[in-house]
């Protein structure tokens, strides 16, 4: 029952969101204020249909409704209730459900905070009723999750136990609040091209901003807690393998930072209209190919649940025509918005400028490394694989220049800046950038070129953040947005470069009573346990951390085996001192209670994540400064909007 | 050369009691950077020297025979690509259908940087 309710809200959903296409893009001609009644509150609508289903398929997780397909392919009754839950999205069909729900979180949130005017808003609302449109049909025809089995079976077969893992509930989420919160800056690039009075236009850049500042937090967000999970959960401490599914959140990531930026410049002194509206259309198309890439089987990873190719044409299909379609929008009308920007080769606007240059550079090295090989093969050419050394000698160096250039960014004024002036202010950054070469150089083994280049590139981010946080003391919290952001981008740089020069590693077998050495550490072994969690069966070993001779922390491995999915798992156990990692993945059972275990030292590690959290804080501050002041009024174009509107 | 890789072959289980560590610790290095440019065919998005598969393991193996039969790492690799294709290799060499994936990141950047320079000198030219 509550299955045919979820289908029939979908059904709903869908025909809410074409009145809401058609509505809102009415809306957008001057005098039609009733269109844009409608639309308002079909976005609404829409928002409450896709949860009233994404609450249905929920329940019936949580209920074990095992006469759902999707349910029964992807659930099990003992499987604790978080895991229920996050099995909702855990699988194809669910986690395109939830795309949609956010899809419709972002329509009604345009639609309730109505920036930029009510023409640009509807118009705006018009081309994310397009958007939802198009994947509800996605859904509806080519993965519907409210399937029914029958007979329905008696047990479900279960949830890969690597998904069975709190990191792993919360990543998907926050990855799809990224990723389709480009949705949301995408429409009002289309709106601002589609409502092409200038005046009108060019505020979409205000208006998108917050929800392009959203986006980006979470995306942030999403990709350091996949990358924290990768970390535990491999059993041997891999937080980035330049997997084609871990670039699929990169390249959206690296085109919304550029847009941040540059739609920065567009707001607050006009430079880069045009730009900027290419780079919003440029980043919903990364997240469009991202999930294409992701939910098409067209490679081959963990994430790749999905191998069915109608789905993968479907996606195909859809982001020739949103692409497409919003490039030819782009073509046409974008000439008549072109107001040349005036500043100075050294100013503000010269940096953020070079900023996405840079970025886009290395986006493209992403997404040339990610479907070379795929295109290659596809034309009948040779199969290759490309790893984590090319991206070493592509992305590595383009990203690297990027970074020594962001300290100039905020020192340098809007128009006009004074180059010497910005020098002898970074001056202290130069030290500090030197002082942790020296130190790298001098007391920390093994010496590496690239490790010392890194620290002295950190302390140059770093320096120059903490020179720009004194400059603004007293200032309004989101001054200081940009500062902690790229402090963030610093720190995690330390922690990577670290755990890649200074990590060492153990793989030794040992029985009971006996003890080992990784690193600085001593380990003593006492032997293993046999536990029962709520699904698996366990072994666990108990570690003891011997300082002197003395007995400190335990670390308590496991290895999990989970019956109804037949499958092993590794429960990595991590002893950090917020500074270095102590890691241990216990191996398999030798004979004579023996057992080989792999310990790593992973020196600086929790920076990489602390580095990504900062830069969150960091866009959070900025968000927090942007909704709390109400839309300026006094702005050039709000009269005239004030004036259409009437 | 076929032959000599049959021959080789042959040879292995005289050499099976290669150590799963070599003492040397510059024989040591040199395997783990070998086996870390290296991508198991079987999980493929992890290198040789991480993945835990049974693959993996023996290409492990056959690195470590190599260089203990005093092989280079360039030879080991040509015999791994001519074994099991380019794939294998995480570092995709440069010939002539791979040229375009390596330079592609610098004609962007070059283009961009082309593209700014237009723009920031359009832009200087309204201020002044």
């Known amino acids: 029952m509550i299955g045919e309710l979820g289908q029939v809200a979908l059904c709903f959903a869908l025909a809410l969101s074409l009145v809401l296409a058609v509505s809102g893009l009415m809306g957008a001609g001057a005098p039609a204020s009733v269109a844009r009644r409608v639309a308002t509150s079909s976005a609404m609508g829409l928002l409450v249909f896709v949860a009233l289903a994404f609450?249905?398929?929920?329940?019936?997780?949580?209920?074990s409704d095992f006469s759902v397909a999707l349910v029964a392919n992807h659930s099990h009754t003992l499987k604790p209730l978080v895991y229920k839950i996050s099995g909702v999205w855990g699988n194809h069909e669910g986690s395109m459900l939830l795309w949609v729900l956010v899809l419709a979180l972002y329509a009604a949130m345009v639609a309730g905070l109505k920036r930029g005017g009510e023409r640009l808003t509807s118009a705006a609302l018009g081309v994310q009723g397009l958007v939802a449109a198009a994947f509800l049909l996605f859904i509806l025809f080519t993965s519907n999750p409210f399937m029914r089995l029958d007979p329905t079976p008696f047990e479900g077969a279960g949830l890969m136990p690597l998904l069975q893992d709190p990191g792993l509930a919360l990543h998907p989420p926050m990855l799809y609040i990224g990723y389709v919160g480009l949705s949301a800056s995408f429409s009002y690039a289309a709106a601002g091209l589609l409502v092409s009075e200038e005046a009108i236009a060019n505020n979409w850049a205000r208006a998108a901003r917050p929800l392009i500042l959203m986006a980006w937090i979470a995306l942030t967000c999403g990709i350091a807690l996949g990358s924290w999970w990768a970390y535990y959960v491999l059993g041997w401490g891999g937080f980035w393998a330049w997997d084609p599914v871990e670039n699929a959140s990169l390249m959206p990531w690296l085109i919304a930072t550029a847009l941040l930026h540059s739609a920065l410049a567009t707001e607050k002194s006009g430079a880069f209209r045009t730009w900027s509206l290419l780079l919003a259309i440029a980043g919903f198309s990364m997240s469009l190919i991202g999930t294409l890439l992701v939910r098409s089987g067209l490679i081959t990873s963990v994430h790749a649940f999905a191998n069915d190719p109608t789905r993968g044409l479907f996606i195909m299909v859809l982001i020739f025509f949103a692409v497409g379609g919003a490039l030819a929008l782009f073509a046409w009308r974008a000439p008549a918005l072109r107001v040349g920007a005036a500043f100075e080769p050294v100013s503000r606007e010269t940096t953020l400028l070079l900023n996405n240059v840079f970025l886009v550079a290395s986006c493209a090295c992403v997404f040339v490394g990610t479907l070379y090989p795929l295109v290659l093969d596809a034309l009948g050419g040779a199969k290759i694989s490309v790893g984590p050394p090319y991206y070493a000698l592509t992305f590595v160096?383009?990203?690297?220049?990027l970074m020594l250039l962001v300290p100039f960014g905020p020192q340098l004024l809007w128009k006009r800046g004074d180059l010497r002036a910005a020098w002898r202010a970074l001056y202290p950054a130069l030290g500090l950038a030197g002082i942790a070469a020296m130190v790298v150089l001098a007391l920390v083994s093994p010496r590496g070129i690239a490790a010392t280049c890194a620290f002295a590139v950190a302390g140059w981010l770093i320096g120059a953040s903490l020179i720009d946080i004194r400059r603004r003391r007293g200032a309004r919290a989101s001054a200081f947005a940009a500062a902690l952001a790229h402090a963030g981008l610093g720190i995690t740089l330390m922690g990577v470069a670290g755990t890649t020069a200074w990590r060492s590693e153990a793989l030794t077998v040992v029985a009971p009573g006996q003890t080992m050495t990784v690193g600085p550490y001593t380990l003593r072994f006492d032997g293993v346990t046999r536990e029962k969690g709520p699904n698996y069966i366990?072994?666990?070993?108990?570690?003891v951390i011997m300082d002197e001779g003395k007995p400190g922390a335990t670390l308590e491995p496991e290895h999990r085996f989970y019956p109804?999915?037949?499958?092993?798992?590794?429960?990595?156990?991590?002893?950090t001192t917020g500074l270095r990692d102590l890691y241990l993945a216990l191996g398999d059972d030798r004979d004579g209670g023996r057992f080989a275990v792999r310990a790593h030292v992973f020196p600086l590690a929790p920076l990489i994540w602390l580095g990504g959290l900062v830069m969150a804080l960091g866009g959070m501050l900025s968000l927090w400064g942007r909704l709390r002041v109400r839309e300026p009024e006094a702005t050039p174009a709000a009269p005239a909007m004030a004036q259409a509107a009437e | 050369m076929k032959t000599v890789i049959a021959f080789l072959l042959m040879m292995v289980p005289a050499l099976a009691a290669v150590p799963e560590t070599f003492s040397d610790p510059a024989l040591e290095a040199r395997a783990r950077n070998l086996q870390r440019q290296?991508?198991?065919?079987?999980?493929?998005s992890e290198s040789v020297d991480d993945?835990?598969?049974?693959?993996?393991?023996?290409?492990?193996?056959?690195?470590?025979?190599?260089?203990?039969?005093?092989?280079s790492d360039r030879q080991i690799e040509d015999f791994l690509v001519a074994?099991?294709?380019?794939?294998?290799?995480?570092?995709?060499?440069l010939q002539s259908d791979t040229w375009l994936l390596w330079l592609a990141p610098f004609l962007v950047l070059g283009a961009g940087g082309a593209v700014a320079a237009v723009v920031i000198k359009k832009a200087a030219a309204r201020e002044a």
């Not at chain 1, 160096?397 to 220049?401: G, S």
């Not at chain 1, 366990?538 to 570690?543: L, P, V």
């Not at chain 2, 993945?51 to 092989?71: C, M, T, Y």
């Open chain 1, 55 to 63: 609450g249905a398929l929920t329940y019936a997780f949580v209920t």
């Open chain 1, 397 to 401: 160096p383009i990203f690297f220049a």
């Open chain 1, 538 to 543: 366990a072994d666990r070993g108990h570690f």
């Open chain 1, 564 to 575: 109804a999915e037949g499958q092993d798992m590794n429960d990595t156990a991590i002893h």
């Open chain 2, 38 to 44: 290296l991508r198991c065919l079987v999980c493929q």
């Open chain 2, 51 to 71: 993945s835990h598969s049974p693959f993996a393991n023996d290409v492990r193996n056959l690195v470590r025979e190599q260089i203990a039969a005093g092989k």
């Open chain 2, 83 to 93: 074994r099991y294709g380019d794939f294998i290799l995480m570092k995709p060499p």
